[in-house]
């Protein structure tokens, strides 16, 4: 338990020592309260071969449980679609919803394990924000997190990841991904530019 606390440590003492003071200053914020901070980290799996074999969501389950260190909750279709082979209610996916220590000790992994680990990677996309300040990326395989024994993985399997954030406008949003060390895929040298570092 000591490791996943001096990992959430990191990340809140870079939120408090440097996060704060650069984007109070770049945002002409007036109070620290008002720099955005990131509230929950949300990975979701869409498991579509789960009406056929039970079996592939319960392993993609038991793998988003390690990856995570929670335990995931089943998605069920809200609606039945025949074409699909889908019933209302169905079990189709899985997620969890990380908060606090266990959601900046994630992030911590994913940034500095996770990502790295991917063939030929370059960054990722700086088009996943929204409106409100959140931002989505995808991953193609969960093999990526060592946590995941590959003897074990019959199937890779691509999960979403959902950052949600105070931010108010996706640039906000941006910096604020950006100071935390993601890593954006083409945007390194505006935000350079723009006395961020």
Do not use: W
């Not at 105070?166 to 945007?187: M, S």
């Amino acid at each position: 338990m000591a490791h996943t606390q001096s990992k959430a440590t990191n990340i809140e003492k870079l939120h408090r020592d440097v996060i704060v003071p650069k984007m109070t200053k770049k945002f002409s914020y007036k109070n620290p309260m008002q720099v955005p901070k990131l509230v929950k980290v949300v990975v979701n799996m869409g498991v579509g071969k789960a009406t056929e074999d039970i079996k592939i969501l319960e392993e993609a389950a038991r793998d988003l449980g390690l990856i995570t260190g929670q335990k995931p909750v089943y998605r069920r279709a809200k609606k039945s679609i025949s074409n699909f082979k889908i019933r209302q209610g169905q079990a189709v996916g899985c997620c969890v919803t990380l908060r606090k220590r266990i959601m900046y000790e994630f992030v911590d992994r994913l940034l500095n394990v996770a990502l790295p680990r991917i063939r030929d990677f370059r960054g990722v996309s700086p088009r996943g924000f929204d409106n409100t300040g959140n931002y989505s990326m995808g991953l193609k395989e969960q093999t990526i997190f060592p946590e995941v024994p590959t003897d074990r993985v019959n199937r890779t399997q691509g999960m979403d990841i959902t950052f949600v954030t105070t931010a108010k406008t996706k640039d906000e949003a941006l910096h604020l991904l950006y100071l935390l060390g993601v890593p954006f895929r083409g945007k390194d040298e505006i935000l350079v530019l723009e006395g961020l570092n």
